[in-house]
Protein backbone atom coordinates (compact mmCIF):
# COMPACT_ATOMS: atom_id res chain seq x y z
CA UNK A 1 0.00 0.00 0.00
CA UNK A 2 1.41 3.40 -1.22
CA UNK A 3 1.70 6.53 0.85
CA UNK A 4 2.94 8.66 -1.01
CA UNK A 5 0.53 12.47 -0.83
CA UNK A 6 -0.98 13.10 -4.26
CA UNK A 7 0.59 16.68 -5.58
CA UNK A 8 -0.02 19.85 -3.49
CA UNK A 9 -2.96 22.25 -4.80
CA UNK A 10 -1.29 24.58 -7.40
CA UNK A 11 -2.33 27.72 -4.81
CA UNK A 12 -1.04 26.32 -1.77
CA UNK A 13 2.42 25.45 -3.59
CA UNK A 14 2.71 29.06 -5.00
CA UNK A 15 1.95 30.63 -1.39
CA UNK A 16 4.46 28.40 -0.13
CA UNK A 17 7.13 28.65 -2.20
CA UNK A 18 7.04 32.68 -2.20
CA UNK A 19 7.15 32.31 1.81
CA UNK A 20 10.18 30.28 1.28
CA UNK A 21 11.98 32.75 -1.25
CA UNK A 22 11.63 35.42 1.45
CA UNK A 23 13.27 34.13 3.68
CA UNK A 24 12.50 33.55 7.60
CA UNK A 25 13.56 35.94 10.32
CA UNK A 26 17.01 35.23 12.06
CA UNK A 27 18.77 35.95 15.51
CA UNK A 28 20.79 38.91 14.96
CA UNK A 29 24.54 38.33 16.99
CA UNK A 30 23.89 40.86 19.66
CA UNK A 31 20.34 40.55 20.27
CA UNK A 32 18.96 44.36 19.01
CA UNK A 33 21.30 45.64 21.59
CA UNK A 34 23.53 47.61 19.33
CA UNK A 35 20.63 49.89 18.85
CA UNK A 36 20.28 50.68 22.18
CA UNK A 37 23.79 51.49 23.01
CA UNK A 38 23.86 53.62 19.83
CA UNK A 39 21.00 55.86 21.52
CA UNK A 40 22.25 55.81 24.57
CA UNK A 41 25.53 56.62 23.58
CA UNK A 42 24.49 59.67 21.56
CA UNK A 43 22.38 61.00 24.19
CA UNK A 44 24.44 60.93 27.38
CA UNK A 45 28.08 59.91 26.29
CA UNK A 46 27.40 56.45 27.92
CA UNK A 47 26.53 52.51 26.61
CA UNK A 48 25.65 49.35 28.80
CA UNK A 49 26.51 45.90 27.78
CA UNK A 50 24.18 42.88 28.04
CA UNK A 51 26.36 40.13 30.72
CA UNK A 52 26.01 36.64 29.07
CA UNK A 53 28.83 35.22 30.03
CA UNK A 54 31.57 34.92 32.42
CA UNK A 55 34.14 36.85 30.20
CA UNK A 56 31.75 39.85 30.68
CA UNK A 57 31.36 39.95 34.09
CA UNK A 58 35.31 39.34 34.62
CA UNK A 59 35.66 42.61 32.57
CA UNK A 60 32.83 44.35 34.48
CA UNK A 61 34.74 42.97 37.80
CA UNK A 62 37.86 44.68 36.43
CA UNK A 63 36.08 47.61 35.38
CA UNK A 64 34.93 48.16 39.07
CA UNK A 65 38.10 47.66 40.58
CA UNK A 66 39.47 50.22 38.71
CA UNK A 67 36.57 52.68 39.38
CA UNK A 68 36.44 52.30 42.72
CA UNK A 69 40.23 53.00 43.47
CA UNK A 70 39.25 57.06 43.22
CA UNK A 71 36.71 59.14 44.31
CA UNK A 72 33.62 58.38 41.97
CA UNK A 73 32.98 61.15 39.57
CA UNK A 74 29.22 61.81 38.05
CA UNK A 75 30.36 60.04 35.23
CA UNK A 76 31.65 56.77 36.57
CA UNK A 77 28.71 56.49 38.80
CA UNK A 78 26.18 56.32 35.48
CA UNK A 79 28.82 53.56 33.64
CA UNK A 80 28.66 51.70 36.62
CA UNK A 81 25.00 51.91 36.91
CA UNK A 82 24.40 51.01 33.07
CA UNK A 83 26.59 48.00 33.34
CA UNK A 84 25.95 46.58 37.11
CA UNK A 85 22.62 47.59 37.60
CA UNK A 86 20.67 44.14 37.83
CA UNK A 87 17.55 45.97 37.70
CA UNK A 88 18.60 47.30 34.13
CA UNK A 89 20.04 44.12 32.67
CA UNK A 90 16.97 42.43 33.68
CA UNK A 91 15.27 45.19 31.14
CA UNK A 92 17.97 44.21 28.37
CA UNK A 93 17.42 40.57 28.36
CA UNK A 94 13.41 41.48 27.36
CA UNK A 95 15.03 42.88 24.30
CA UNK A 96 15.53 38.48 23.57
CA UNK A 97 12.30 37.95 24.35
CA UNK A 98 11.19 40.45 21.68
CA UNK A 99 13.42 39.28 19.23
CA UNK A 100 12.09 35.66 20.14
CA UNK A 101 8.44 36.53 18.91
CA UNK A 102 10.01 38.49 15.68
CA UNK A 103 11.75 34.99 14.62
CA UNK A 104 8.80 32.90 15.56
CA UNK A 105 6.58 35.62 13.25
CA UNK A 106 8.51 34.80 10.48
CA UNK A 107 8.58 31.43 10.41
CA UNK A 108 5.92 29.05 8.75
CA UNK A 109 3.40 27.34 10.96
CA UNK A 110 3.99 23.62 11.07
CA UNK A 111 1.91 21.54 9.06
CA UNK A 112 -0.23 19.00 10.06
CA UNK A 113 -0.30 15.43 8.79
CA UNK A 114 -3.64 13.06 9.57
CA UNK A 115 -3.61 9.36 9.31
CA UNK A 116 -7.00 7.44 9.55
CA UNK A 117 -7.30 3.23 9.28
CA UNK A 118 -10.53 2.14 9.31
CA UNK A 119 -11.57 -1.58 9.04
CA UNK A 120 -14.92 -3.66 8.60
CA UNK A 121 -16.92 -5.80 6.76
CA UNK A 122 -13.57 -7.18 4.60
CA UNK A 123 -12.68 -3.67 3.76
CA UNK A 124 -9.77 -1.59 5.03
CA UNK A 125 -9.81 1.83 4.11
CA UNK A 126 -6.72 4.70 4.85
CA UNK A 127 -7.01 8.27 4.45
CA UNK A 128 -3.73 10.80 4.96
CA UNK A 129 -3.94 14.27 4.84
CA UNK A 130 -1.62 17.13 5.27
CA UNK A 131 -3.01 20.68 5.88
CA UNK A 132 -2.29 24.13 6.37
CA UNK A 133 -3.24 27.13 7.69
CA UNK A 134 -3.66 29.31 5.25
CA UNK A 135 -4.61 32.31 7.25
CA UNK A 136 -1.52 32.32 9.09
CA UNK A 137 0.28 31.68 5.92
CA UNK A 138 -1.51 34.35 4.16
CA UNK A 139 -1.11 37.08 7.03
CA UNK A 140 2.58 36.10 8.11
CA UNK A 141 4.41 38.74 5.89
CA UNK A 142 2.06 41.50 7.80
CA UNK A 143 2.72 39.92 11.01
CA UNK A 144 6.12 40.08 10.92
CA UNK A 145 5.90 43.21 10.04
CA UNK A 146 3.90 43.81 13.14
CA UNK A 147 6.78 41.92 15.26
CA UNK A 148 9.39 43.77 13.62
CA UNK A 149 7.56 47.06 15.11
CA UNK A 150 7.39 45.64 18.62
CA UNK A 151 10.45 45.06 18.34
CA UNK A 152 11.67 48.31 17.71
CA UNK A 153 9.26 49.63 20.08
CA UNK A 154 10.65 47.26 22.57
CA UNK A 155 14.65 48.43 21.41
CA UNK A 156 13.27 51.97 22.35
CA UNK A 157 11.95 51.15 25.61
CA UNK A 158 14.79 49.04 26.91
CA UNK A 159 17.04 52.35 25.78
CA UNK A 160 14.75 55.01 27.59
CA UNK A 161 14.86 52.56 30.65
CA UNK A 162 18.65 52.74 30.36
CA UNK A 163 18.47 56.68 30.12
CA UNK A 164 16.09 56.55 33.39
CA UNK A 165 18.18 54.73 35.43
CA UNK A 166 21.18 56.95 34.17
CA UNK A 167 19.42 59.76 35.39
CA UNK A 168 18.37 58.34 38.40
CA UNK A 169 22.32 57.71 39.16
CA UNK A 170 23.27 61.02 38.57
CA UNK A 171 20.31 62.45 40.57
CA UNK A 172 21.26 59.86 43.49
CA UNK A 173 25.40 60.94 43.45
CA UNK A 174 24.62 64.39 43.50
CA UNK A 175 22.40 64.19 46.37
CA UNK A 176 25.09 61.49 48.41
CA UNK A 177 28.07 64.62 47.73
CA UNK A 178 26.16 67.17 49.03
CA UNK A 179 24.47 64.81 52.12
CA UNK A 180 28.32 64.33 52.67
CA UNK A 181 29.65 67.61 52.91
CA UNK A 182 26.22 68.86 54.95
CA UNK A 183 27.22 66.28 57.50
CA UNK A 184 30.52 68.04 57.71
CA UNK A 185 29.21 71.16 58.32
CA UNK A 186 26.50 70.20 60.98
CA UNK A 187 29.90 68.55 62.66
CA UNK A 188 31.64 71.58 62.40
CA UNK A 189 28.52 73.74 63.91
CA UNK A 190 27.77 71.04 66.56
CA UNK A 191 31.06 71.13 67.74
CA UNK A 192 31.49 74.95 67.82
CA UNK A 193 27.93 74.42 70.06
CA UNK A 194 29.49 72.56 72.39
CA UNK A 195 32.64 73.85 73.36
CA UNK A 196 30.21 77.24 73.28
CA UNK A 197 27.79 75.54 76.42
CA UNK A 198 30.83 74.14 77.92
CA UNK A 199 32.09 77.63 77.83
CA UNK A 200 28.97 79.26 79.30
CA UNK A 201 28.65 76.70 82.18
CA UNK A 202 31.55 77.64 83.57
CA UNK A 203 31.00 81.38 83.33
CA UNK A 204 28.13 81.02 84.82
CA UNK A 205 29.83 78.82 87.48
CA UNK A 206 32.21 81.72 87.96
CA UNK A 207 29.24 84.46 88.12
CA UNK A 208 30.22 86.34 85.13
CA UNK A 209 27.39 85.01 83.13
CA UNK A 210 23.63 85.05 84.08
CA UNK A 211 21.51 81.61 83.76
CA UNK A 212 19.31 83.38 80.42
CA UNK A 213 22.88 83.30 78.19
CA UNK A 214 23.85 79.54 79.36
CA UNK A 215 20.50 78.54 78.36
CA UNK A 216 20.65 79.51 75.38
CA UNK A 217 23.89 78.16 74.75
CA UNK A 218 22.42 74.90 76.02
CA UNK A 219 19.59 74.64 73.53
CA UNK A 220 22.10 75.83 70.87
CA UNK A 221 23.86 72.69 71.91
CA UNK A 222 21.09 70.48 71.80
CA UNK A 223 19.44 71.88 68.37
CA UNK A 224 22.84 71.20 66.87
CA UNK A 225 23.07 67.53 68.13
CA UNK A 226 19.86 66.58 66.87
CA UNK A 227 20.76 68.69 63.55
CA UNK A 228 24.07 65.85 63.33
CA UNK A 229 22.16 63.15 63.87
CA UNK A 230 19.57 64.32 61.10
CA UNK A 231 22.40 64.90 58.87
CA UNK A 232 23.93 61.63 59.43
CA UNK A 233 20.88 59.86 58.92
CA UNK A 234 20.33 61.63 55.25
CA UNK A 235 23.92 61.00 53.93
CA UNK A 236 23.77 57.60 54.94
CA UNK A 237 20.48 56.84 53.10
CA UNK A 238 21.21 59.06 49.82
CA UNK A 239 24.66 56.77 50.27
CA UNK A 240 22.78 53.68 49.80
CA UNK A 241 20.62 55.03 47.51
CA UNK A 242 23.29 55.43 45.21
CA UNK A 243 24.99 52.13 46.44
CA UNK A 244 21.51 50.22 44.97
CA UNK A 245 21.71 52.15 41.28
CA UNK A 246 25.30 51.06 41.22
CA UNK A 247 24.40 47.50 41.57
CA UNK A 248 27.10 47.29 44.56
CA UNK A 249 26.66 44.84 47.59
CA UNK A 250 27.85 43.72 50.45
CA UNK A 251 28.24 44.37 54.43
CA UNK A 252 29.63 47.63 55.51
CA UNK A 253 27.84 49.96 54.06
CA UNK A 254 29.84 53.02 55.52
CA UNK A 255 33.15 51.18 55.78
CA UNK A 256 35.12 54.18 54.39
CA UNK A 257 33.26 56.91 55.75
CA UNK A 258 31.90 56.11 59.17
CA UNK A 259 29.20 58.77 59.22
CA UNK A 260 26.78 57.53 61.21
CA UNK A 261 25.94 61.25 62.28
CA UNK A 262 25.89 60.42 66.09
CA UNK A 263 25.52 62.84 68.74
CA UNK A 264 28.76 61.93 70.12
CA UNK A 265 31.26 62.34 66.88
CA UNK A 266 31.33 61.47 63.45
CA UNK A 267 34.19 61.10 60.99
CA UNK A 268 35.08 63.50 57.83
CA UNK A 269 31.72 63.49 55.06
CA UNK A 270 33.22 60.92 52.67
CA UNK A 271 31.36 57.96 52.91
CA UNK A 272 31.91 54.43 50.89
CA UNK A 273 29.44 51.70 50.28
CA UNK A 274 30.96 47.71 50.44
CA UNK A 275 31.35 46.16 46.83
CA UNK A 276 33.26 43.14 44.90
CA UNK A 277 36.58 45.12 44.49
CA UNK A 278 36.02 47.63 47.46
CA UNK A 279 34.23 50.56 48.41
CA UNK A 280 33.56 53.52 46.52
CA UNK A 281 34.73 56.89 48.17
CA UNK A 282 32.73 60.22 47.07
CA UNK A 283 34.65 63.25 46.22
CA UNK A 284 34.47 65.84 49.56
CA UNK A 285 32.20 68.60 47.54
CA UNK A 286 29.96 68.99 44.52
CA UNK A 287 31.31 70.32 40.99
CA UNK A 288 31.56 74.16 40.83
CA UNK A 289 28.59 76.12 39.34
CA UNK A 290 29.48 76.82 35.53
CA UNK A 291 30.22 80.20 34.19
CA UNK A 292 27.06 80.57 32.81
CA UNK A 293 23.68 78.26 32.29
CA UNK A 294 23.18 76.90 28.68
CA UNK A 295 20.17 78.29 26.89
CA UNK A 296 17.99 76.61 24.99
CA UNK A 297 15.39 78.11 22.42
CA UNK A 298 13.09 75.28 21.15
CA UNK A 299 12.77 73.03 24.27
CA UNK A 300 9.42 72.20 23.86
CA UNK A 301 9.66 70.99 20.38
CA UNK A 302 13.21 69.28 20.92
CA UNK A 303 11.69 66.89 23.95
CA UNK A 304 8.79 66.30 21.94
CA UNK A 305 11.08 65.00 18.69
CA UNK A 306 14.11 63.55 20.91
CA UNK A 307 12.74 61.84 23.70
CA UNK A 308 12.12 57.64 23.55
CA UNK A 309 8.94 57.63 25.41
CA UNK A 310 7.34 59.37 22.83
CA UNK A 311 8.80 57.42 20.00
CA UNK A 312 7.52 54.70 21.77
CA UNK A 313 4.26 56.40 21.94
CA UNK A 314 4.05 56.62 18.05
CA UNK A 315 5.58 53.14 17.41
CA UNK A 316 2.54 51.97 19.53
CA UNK A 317 0.00 53.85 17.55
CA UNK A 318 1.50 52.55 14.09
CA UNK A 319 1.56 48.85 15.51
CA UNK A 320 -1.94 48.91 17.07
CA UNK A 321 -3.27 50.83 13.43
CA UNK A 322 -1.90 47.28 11.92
CA UNK A 323 -3.33 45.57 13.78
CA UNK A 324 -6.49 47.01 13.68
CA UNK A 325 -6.05 46.57 9.09
CA UNK A 326 -5.73 43.09 10.15
CA UNK A 327 -8.18 42.33 12.24
CA UNK A 328 -11.04 43.88 10.08
CA UNK A 329 -9.31 41.92 6.94
CA UNK A 330 -9.48 38.73 8.56
CA UNK A 331 -13.07 39.58 10.21
CA UNK A 332 -14.91 36.97 8.53
CA UNK A 333 -12.42 34.25 8.67
CA UNK A 334 -11.30 32.33 11.81
CA UNK A 335 -10.75 29.20 10.75
CA UNK A 336 -9.45 28.01 6.82
CA UNK A 337 -7.45 25.60 6.56
CA UNK A 338 -6.32 23.61 3.15
CA UNK A 339 -5.36 19.98 3.50
CA UNK A 340 -4.27 17.87 0.52
CA UNK A 341 -6.01 14.24 0.88
CA UNK A 342 -5.37 10.83 0.10
CA UNK A 343 -7.46 7.58 -0.12
CA UNK A 344 -7.27 4.11 -0.15
CA UNK A 345 -9.98 1.39 0.19
CA UNK A 346 -9.12 -2.28 -0.15
CA UNK A 347 -10.35 -3.55 -3.42
CA UNK A 348 -10.95 0.20 -4.50
CA UNK A 349 -8.99 2.65 -6.50
CA UNK A 350 -7.05 5.16 -4.83
CA UNK A 351 -8.81 8.90 -4.79
CA UNK A 352 -6.91 12.15 -4.42
CA UNK A 353 -8.16 15.15 -3.44
CA UNK A 354 -7.75 17.95 -1.23
CA UNK A 355 -9.87 19.82 1.88
CA UNK A 356 -10.87 22.96 2.87
CA UNK A 357 -12.19 23.89 6.16
CA UNK A 358 -13.95 27.27 6.33
CA UNK A 359 -16.07 27.94 9.75
CA UNK A 360 -18.80 29.75 8.53
CA UNK A 361 -19.63 33.32 10.67
CA UNK A 362 -23.37 32.23 11.50
CA UNK A 363 -23.19 33.61 14.90
CA UNK A 364 -19.97 35.55 15.04
CA UNK A 365 -18.83 37.92 12.17
CA UNK A 366 -16.08 39.48 13.96
CA UNK A 367 -17.83 42.85 14.39
CA UNK A 368 -16.81 42.45 18.25
CA UNK A 369 -13.10 42.03 17.42
CA UNK A 370 -12.98 44.97 14.93
CA UNK A 371 -14.73 46.58 17.56
CA UNK A 372 -12.53 46.28 20.67
CA UNK A 373 -9.30 46.45 17.56
CA UNK A 374 -10.46 50.68 17.12
CA UNK A 375 -11.06 51.19 20.95
CA UNK A 376 -7.29 49.50 21.81
CA UNK A 377 -6.23 51.99 18.64
CA UNK A 378 -7.94 54.95 20.08
CA UNK A 379 -6.42 54.36 23.57
CA UNK A 380 -3.30 54.76 21.99
CA UNK A 381 -4.34 57.56 19.83
CA UNK A 382 -5.35 59.53 23.31
CA UNK A 383 -2.04 57.94 25.15
CA UNK A 384 0.45 59.41 22.56
CA UNK A 385 -1.01 62.54 22.21
CA UNK A 386 -0.82 62.98 26.41
CA UNK A 387 3.19 61.24 26.70
CA UNK A 388 3.53 64.64 23.75
CA UNK A 389 1.40 66.81 25.78
CA UNK A 390 3.67 65.92 28.99
CA UNK A 391 7.02 66.23 27.27
CA UNK A 392 6.69 69.44 26.17
CA UNK A 393 5.24 70.55 29.92
CA UNK A 394 8.03 68.55 31.70
CA UNK A 395 10.76 70.44 29.35
CA UNK A 396 9.31 74.34 30.33
CA UNK A 397 9.10 73.13 34.03
CA UNK A 398 12.71 71.54 33.71
CA UNK A 399 14.07 74.39 31.94
CA UNK A 400 12.67 77.10 34.24
CA UNK A 401 13.80 75.05 37.43
CA UNK A 402 17.18 74.80 35.65
CA UNK A 403 17.80 78.85 35.38
CA UNK A 404 16.00 79.47 38.78
CA UNK A 405 18.38 77.02 40.32
CA UNK A 406 21.46 78.19 38.95
CA UNK A 407 20.47 81.87 40.02
CA UNK A 408 19.91 80.80 43.86
CA UNK A 409 23.29 78.95 43.59
CA UNK A 410 25.11 82.03 42.23
CA UNK A 411 23.98 84.22 44.51
CA UNK A 412 24.60 82.52 47.61
CA UNK A 413 28.16 81.60 46.07
CA UNK A 414 28.83 85.60 44.58
CA UNK A 415 26.94 87.70 47.55
CA UNK A 416 25.92 85.60 50.41
CA UNK A 417 29.01 83.51 51.09
CA UNK A 418 31.51 86.68 50.78
CA UNK A 419 29.19 88.48 52.81
CA UNK A 420 29.40 85.98 55.33
CA UNK A 421 33.34 85.80 55.17
CA UNK A 422 33.59 89.13 55.16
CA UNK A 423 31.70 89.19 58.49
CA UNK A 424 33.60 86.34 59.64
CA UNK A 425 37.06 88.40 59.38
CA UNK A 426 35.64 91.19 60.81
CA UNK A 427 34.44 89.51 63.76
CA UNK A 428 37.89 87.86 64.24
CA UNK A 429 39.67 90.82 64.04
CA UNK A 430 37.19 92.35 66.62
CA UNK A 431 37.90 89.69 69.05
CA UNK A 432 41.14 90.08 68.62
CA UNK A 433 41.49 93.78 69.50
CA UNK A 434 39.28 92.56 72.59
CA UNK A 435 35.96 94.32 70.77
CA UNK A 436 34.26 91.34 70.40
CA UNK A 437 33.16 88.27 72.82
CA UNK A 438 33.92 84.88 72.54
CA UNK A 439 30.24 83.93 72.28
CA UNK A 440 29.83 86.57 69.32
CA UNK A 441 33.11 85.10 67.57
CA UNK A 442 31.13 81.15 68.14
CA UNK A 443 27.92 82.74 66.71
CA UNK A 444 29.25 84.28 63.75
CA UNK A 445 31.15 80.97 62.84
CA UNK A 446 27.67 79.39 63.29
CA UNK A 447 25.85 81.79 61.29
CA UNK A 448 28.70 81.40 58.45
CA UNK A 449 28.08 77.35 58.40
CA UNK A 450 24.52 77.71 58.40
CA UNK A 451 25.27 79.93 55.14
CA UNK A 452 27.45 77.62 53.37
CA UNK A 453 25.00 74.69 54.20
CA UNK A 454 22.25 76.56 51.95
CA UNK A 455 24.93 77.16 49.52
CA UNK A 456 25.34 73.04 49.36
CA UNK A 457 22.08 72.94 49.16
CA UNK A 458 21.43 75.63 46.35
CA UNK A 459 24.58 73.83 44.59
CA UNK A 460 22.64 70.27 44.67
CA UNK A 461 19.76 71.80 43.46
CA UNK A 462 21.32 73.38 40.56
CA UNK A 463 23.30 69.68 39.35
CA UNK A 464 19.33 67.88 40.16
CA UNK A 465 17.81 70.53 37.82
CA UNK A 466 20.57 70.47 35.51
CA UNK A 467 19.75 66.36 35.60
CA UNK A 468 16.28 66.86 34.88
CA UNK A 469 16.25 68.96 32.13
CA UNK A 470 18.78 66.57 30.32
CA UNK A 471 16.28 63.79 31.16
CA UNK A 472 13.37 65.75 29.69
CA UNK A 473 14.93 66.63 26.83
CA UNK A 474 15.67 63.09 25.76
CA UNK A 475 19.32 63.02 27.10
CA UNK A 476 22.52 65.46 27.25
CA UNK A 477 23.22 65.10 23.85
CA UNK A 478 20.14 65.54 22.44
CA UNK A 479 19.64 69.40 23.20
CA UNK A 480 22.64 70.68 22.02
Known amino acids: MSTILSPMPQGLAVALSAMLLSGCASFSGDGGFSAVAQATQARIGQQGKVLRNDADHQALAELLQQKLKQPLTADDAVQIALLNNRGLQATYWSLGIAEADLVQAGRLQNPAFGYKHTQGGGETAIERTLGFNLVSLITAPLASRIEGRRFEQARLAVADEALKVAADTRRSYFEAVAAAHALEYAQQVRDAAEAGAELGQRMQKAGNWSKLDAAREQTFHSEALAEAVRAGKQANTSREKLARLLGLTGPGAGASGGTSGSASGGASGSAGVSAIGGTFVLPPHLPELPAAPRDLADAEQAAVRNRLDVQAAKLETEHTASALGLTRGTR ?36 ARVARAEAVYMQSVNRLAETAANAQSEARESYQDYRASYELAKHYRDSVIPLRRQLAQETLLRYNGMLASTFELLADSREQATAVRAYIDALKEFWIAETNLDAAMGGKGANK
Not at 336 to 352: H, I, M, N
Not at 358 to 363: N, Q
Open 332 to 367: FINVLELAAVRESASGQPRERGYEITLEIPLFDWGS
